[in-house]
């Protein structure tokens, strides 16, 4: 089962046909009892050892945990000193187009009829991405507003905190998802007066593969990275689900040539958040890279304690 829903199995132990567990078949001697016994066995209840699955997780109800479920606008729950709005980006493209299209000077609206029917109802985080062959496109958020003038983004300690639970569906079964979480030393917009082990911040120049960022993540779907072994089997499709990334599982991705903490610091540092991203990859062929279109609605994104 996909760590990211909470199934619940119960299986029913049926008896075996003829009759129940310990008892004995009636002995056959003639034609006619074996037509009677035939009637005796149509008259017998039919019993199904299929599993009963309850394939609905259960809804997270922390008030205190919620991070956004886009009942009226994109906007983050207030609490915990957390402020900011979910947001769309794209690799530059000159073909990348979103739809709901992006306004300069106004917030990304949500979808006020569609969310996960499971939990909060209508309402949800809602975009349509085309033609992004860079690298692709995401959405996300900050967790706190910006931390200086000059923009840098503040960070957020989530340390009491063991990952982060969301809802999603897409029109189309989604491949190379990953869930992103940015801190201060991988997030080239971050203020880096806040970097603590005195390291050299990544920047994000394709030019410059060694600087690259390279946000701590899971993979979903991908089985062919071995190092997300719990979520080979979790992937966004076409029906509401809930998916837990479980901070302890990220990794910074072997595949990206960019800046990698060093150890005994290589690991995500989750009293520094500054952001999450959940991003579709672009489609690598070769030397080609094409677009991987997508459609995806998001709800009820919470952290787990």
Known sequence: MKPSQSLVVLAIAGAGAGGCPGSSSPVVSDAA????????????????????????????TITADKIADFTTDNSLYPADGRSGAFYVYGDGSTLGQFVPALVTGQTYPIDTTTGNPHCSGPGSFHTKATNWAVWGAALGTNFVPVANDAGGKGTYDASKYKGVSFWAMATTPLTGVQVSFPVEYTDAAADHTLNILSVQPCVYAPANPASNCSPFLVKLGDTTDSDFPAYQNMQINTVWSRFDIMFADTLQDRYNQGFHLPAPSDHIDTAHLTSMAIQVNAIYQGDKVLANNFEIWVDDVYFIE
């Open 33 to 60: 009892t074996l037509k009677d016994q035939a009637a005796l066995t149509d008259l017998a209840p039919v019993v199904d050892n299929t599993p009963i699955v309850d394939a609905t997780p259960s809804c997270i």
